[in-house]
T-cell receptor
Framework: AQSVAQPEDQVNVAEGNPLTVKCTYS??????LFWYVQYPNRGLQFLLK??????LVKGSYGFEAEFNKSQTSFHLKKPSALVSDSALYFC???????????????FGGGTRLMVKP | NAGVTQTPKFQVLKTGQSMTLQCAQD?????MSWYRQDPGMGLRLIHY???????DQGEVPNGYNVSRSTTEDFPLRLLSAAPSQTSVYFC????????????????FGPGTRLTVL
């Protein structure tokens, strides 16, 4: 069974400082990893994903994430946080092995990012 | 394109009542899924479909039914609502389910907030 852990319920950071939102995963075989963001009363929006290749993935709104296979981690990062980055962030994983189970993603519990002016 | 649409946005039910949550997408996506979002638990997969006429159970299917008669629509039926089904429900779609291409990205609807009294 695949699983995702987001160890921090909330991350607080001052505007202009770097931010990191942590994610570790467990999956059989190679992983496909995703980050989604949810703003209040909205659906999830895709930020970025790792499929293969370069371990550093760049996504929307200046976010990036680093895939670390040995640590089974996929932490989300941004060099300089904005107040508008405040939202709920979800990490998700699925196995790279395609089967008839379709596009089944397993999500972490979410991390609330609070960026203060 | 309207993307993924969901109706209603809000619903209050009494225990034992039945209802259908509607989901539609206009992107000609083959894969559609229903998730429920509960605090601290992330998104959990209820049911999914890999194409018209094909559905399967996800992680938490009990108490819910789905059907997929067309590519565009994927309604979720609550047969006899229970307070444990109080949640926010999200529908998602994607073009493909494997191969790691950009088609793996899921697009989410805005959600339906359901309260069962």
């Amino acid at each position: 069974a695949q699983s995702v852990a987001q160890p921090e319920d909330q991350v607080n950071v001052a505007e202009g400082n770097p931010l990191t939102v942590k994610c570790t995963y467990s999956v059989s075989g190679n992983p496909y990893l995703f980050w989604y963001v949810q703003y209040p009363n909205r659906g999830l929006q895709f930020l970025l994903k790792y499929i293969t290749g370069d371990n550093l993935v760049k996504g929307s709104y200046g976010f990036e994430a680093e895939f670390n296979k040995s640590q089974t981690s996929f932490h989300l990062k941004k060099p300089s946080a904005l107040v508008s980055d405040s939202a709920l962030y979800f990490c998700a994983v699925r196995s790279a092995h395609f089967n008839n189970a379709g596009n089944m993603l397993t999500f972490g519990g979410g991390t609330r990012l609070m960026v203060k002016p | 394109n309207a993307g993924v649409t969901q109706t209603p946005k809000f619903q209050v039910l009494k225990t034992g009542q039945s209802m259908t949550l509607q989901c539609a997408q206009d992107m000609n996506h083959e894969y559609m899924s229903w998730y429920r979002q509960d605090p601290g638990m992330g998104l959990r997969l209820i049911h999914y479909s890999v194409g018209a006429g094909i559905t399967d159970q996800g992680e938490v299917p009990n108490g819910y039914n789905v059907s997929r008669s067309t590519t565009e629509d994927f309604p979720l039926r609550l047969l006899s609502a229970a307070p444990s089904q109080t949640s926010v429900y999200f529908c998602a779609s994607s073009y493909g389910g494997g191969g790691g291409s950009s088609t793996d990205t899921q697009y989410f609807g805005p959600g339906t907030r359901l309260t069962v009294l």
